[in-house]
């Protein structure tokens, strides 16, 4: 079973540098597939900020790409998202999870599969 | 890609039929995903392509439509079935969700 476990600080000070790991057992990083985060601000829905294959290949949220950096682990099977220059607009429960093809042959035959619980980062000083 | 789901919210009893309707700014073709998301948890994966059951979710519910309008259908409400739902398209980046249906008991 596949299992993803997001990690890291709950506060984080107005300008300061948002810092989340997504721990992942069950599945190697180093496979096909995709590695995302997502977060959810309060009364907002679902909000896409960025993807990483395990070679390093990024695609970010246009909406974000200016802030946002993502990094692969493959000795601890785990990825990561850094957000920058953060404002209270961030507060949000931020969730990672896997991207996974399910027609290898067609790039649009993707849906994210497994999910991390969550974790609120609240922005404040 | 704009994706506008409704309605917002949705007010249904135990055995009810619902239909929740999901239009897209462009033809995705069948690249559409529906999730159940409930406070506290992961979003849960239900339809994929439109029309596909997820693997170990209830055949209630169903999927259907391609080009720009979608459907997620329950065919008969279970308790455990009041949550928000999401339309996620699959098509281009950056991968977006509508805003949300959000399930609530009558």
Same mark, same amino acid.
């Given at each position: ?27 190697? @990083? ?21 993807? @990483?294959?395990?070679?390093? @290949? ?34 949000? @429960? ?32 | ?15 009810? &039929?619902?239909? %929740? ?23 849960? =994966? =239900? %339809? ?6 997820? &693997?170990?979710?209830?055949?209630? /519910? ?7 309008? /979608? ?6 409400? +279970?308790?455990?079935? /009041? ?5 996620? +398209?699959?098509? =281009?980046?950056? &991968?977006? /969700?509508? +805003? ?7």
């Amino acid at each position: 079973q596949v299992q993803l476990q997001e990690s890291g600080p709950g506060l984080v000070r107005p300008s300061g540098t948002l810092s989340l790991t997504c721990d992942v057992s069950g599945a190697s @990083i180093s496979g096909s597939d995709w590695w995302s985060w997502f977060r959810q601000s309060p009364g907002q829905g679902l909000e896409w900020i960025g993807e @990483i294959y395990h070679s390093g @290949i990024t695609n970010y949220n246009p909406s974000l790409k200016s802030r946002v950096t993502m990094s692969v682990d493959k000795s601890k099977n785990q990825f990561s998202l850094r957000l920058s220059s953060v404002t209270a607009a961030d507060t949000a @429960i931020y969730y990672c999870a896997r991207r996974y093809y399910y027609d290898g042959s067609d790039p649009y035959s993707h849906y994210f599969d497994y999910w991390g619980q969550g974790t609120l980062v609240t922005v404040s000083s | 890609i704009q994706m506008t789901q409704s309605p917002s919210s949705l007010s249904a009893s135990l055995g009810d &039929r619902v239909t %929740i309707s999901c239009r897209t700014s462009q033809n995705i073709n069948n690249y559409l995903n529906w999730y159940q998301h409930k406070p506290g948890k992961a979003p849960k =994966l =239900l %339809i994929y392509a439109a029309s596909n059951l997820q &693997r170990g979710v209830p055949s209630r /519910f169903s999927g259907s439509g391609s080009g720009t309008h /979608f459907t997620l259908t329950i065919s008969s409400l +279970q308790p455990e079935d /009041f949550a928000t739902f999401y339309c996620q +398209q699959s098509y =281009l980046t950056p &991968r977006t /969700f509508g +805003q949300g249906t959000k399930l609530e008991i009558k």
